[in-house]
């Protein structure tokens, strides 16, 4: 790890994921940043595969130790998914052991109020994480918090400065952002609760949200008042592959 913070610094934070994982002794490490006014996590960085479906799980389910951490600005740590309440996450954990992952940790990027984005990373069944990965991990958030704020805010004083990446070439989900917007006014509700529909639709059908999203964009889907949405695509994939979730029975989160 101290080889991983050294070139950290000397080269800022660049798609060093994996180093990053085998230096954890972990099983998956993802990087995700908060962008826009709505702080919406787009991936930046995930090794390997897994990691860049159970990013997506937790995204289109709204749940997780991601969106968990987002919410409160401190770790949650969990490396046995097994010992998590049913009701804690009661989508994320069936879908999350489908695709093998065992054990989740995520820590926050950001200094006091201002919060960057969240280092997430998948735990080992066979190598439980022990104090000293522990401590290596919050050493890592803290460096890449430090190279992406870049040591100033913003011009207005609100935001991070991230003059050591563009974040507009590393998001990952435009589709979702701009199919928000389509239902929002097709609906006439909110940006929140037109994300909470597109959701649902997702995880009714079985599908990753940024599939659906991209039906809303190219107006294969549309969604009406009555919460039903005509669409031409009747494709009801399982997300065992993909990051997504179970059917429930409804069609409804929850």
Avoid: N
């Avoid at 099983?27 to 908060?34: D, F, N, R, Y």
């Avoid at 749940?63 to 409160?72: A, S, Y």
């Amino acid at each position: 790890m101290s080889e991983v913070l050294r070139r950290l610094r000397l080269d800022g934070p660049g798609d060093s994921s994996s180093a990053w994982a085998k230096a954890l002794g972990a099983e998956g490490v993802a990087l995700t940043l908060l962008v826009g006014a709505e702080r919406t996590p787009e991936p930046l960085w995930c090794h390997p595969g897994v990691s860049a479906r159970f990013e997506e799980l937790q995204f289109t389910l709204g749940e997780g130790p991601g969106p968990e951490t987002v919410r409160t600005g401190s770790p949650v740590l969990e490396p046995d998914l097994e010992r998590v309440r049913p009701e804690r996450w009661p989508a994320l954990l069936p879908a999350a052991a489908k695709l093998g992952v065992h054990g989740v940790c995520c820590f926050p990027l950001g200094v006091g109020a201002i919060r960057v984005g969240v280092l997430t990373v998948l735990c080992a069944r066979e190598q439980r994480m022990g104090a000293q990965q522990y401590a290596d991990a919050g050493a890592l958030a803290a460096a890449l918090t430090g190279a992406l704020l870049g040591g100033e805010l913003g011009r207005d004083g609100k935001g991070p400065g991230l003059g050591v990446l563009d974040p507009p070439s590393g998001l990952h989900r435009p589709a979702v952002h701009q199919a928000t917007g389509m239902i929002s006014v097709q609906l006439g509700v909110s940006m929140q609760e037109a994300l909470l529909r597109l959701r649902a639709h997702a995880y009714a059908g079985g599908r990753p949200l940024g599939e659906v999203a991209q039906d809303v964009v190219a107006r294969r889907l549309r969604f009406r008042d009555d919460l039903d949405s005509d669409s031409t695509d009747d494709s009801t994939d399982d997300f065992d592959d993909d990051g997504s979730g179970p059917h429930s029975p409804d069609g409804r989160k929850g």
